[in-house]
């Protein structure tokens, strides 16, 4: 699996997103771990990323803002749970721009034959919720953000 595959069955309130990349998972973990990786890949093209917060330990706090030329800025933040690790990272994930609509991401990454599954699952508080997310147009940045990654893997992997 070399693309995104997104899952938001019909009156679930879950979004399931997966996708294979070509890096040892270590590596990949730290793209998601270190704030100067995350930001050169988090989200479509065409948008800056700011990490103003990033403390990646058991109830530790993140913040980040994107901006776009045409579309302003638009920030987010949340909460780890657990302590990250390179199998999975537990945390909250909430757009300022709609505040009270906490959803819960659960990441885990798996390595096989020097390949790393990323599976994501994202649990909204309600069904509108996650169709809201959806029809904002979460996919287009999703599909593209992990694009970005693969190509930022790529090229660390080249020295």
């Given amino acids: 699996m070399s693309k995104t595959e997104i899952t938001a069955a019909p009156g679930s309130p879950l ?14 973990f730290r793209a998601y771990t270190e ?29 980040y803002v994107q901006t776009s030329p045409d579309r302003g800025s638009h920030a987010f933040h949340g909460v780890f749970h657990g302590d990250p ?5 537990v945390q909250t994930f909430e757009y300022e721009g709609v505040p009270g609509h906490v959803k819960l991401d659960t990441v885990t990454f798996t390595e096989h034959d020097g390949k790393t599954r990323v599976r994501t699952v994202s649990s909204f508080q309600c069904v509108e919720d996650r169709d809201a997310m959806v029809a904002a ?20 992997q080249a020295g």
């Fill in 35 to 63: 704030p100067a990786l995350l930001a050169q890949w988090l989200g479509p093209h065409g948008l800056s990323t700011t990490i103003e917060r990033y403390d990646v330990r058991d109830g530790g706090k993140w913040r």
């Fill in 85 to 89: 690790t390179p199998e999975a990272i």
């Fill in 15 to 28: 979004v399931t997103i997966t996708r294979d990349f070509d890096a040892p998972r270590d590596l990949v």
């Fill in 137 to 156: 147009g979460m996919e287009y940045g999703v599909r593209e953000g992990n694009e970005r990654l693969a190509d930022l893997l790529a090229k660390l």
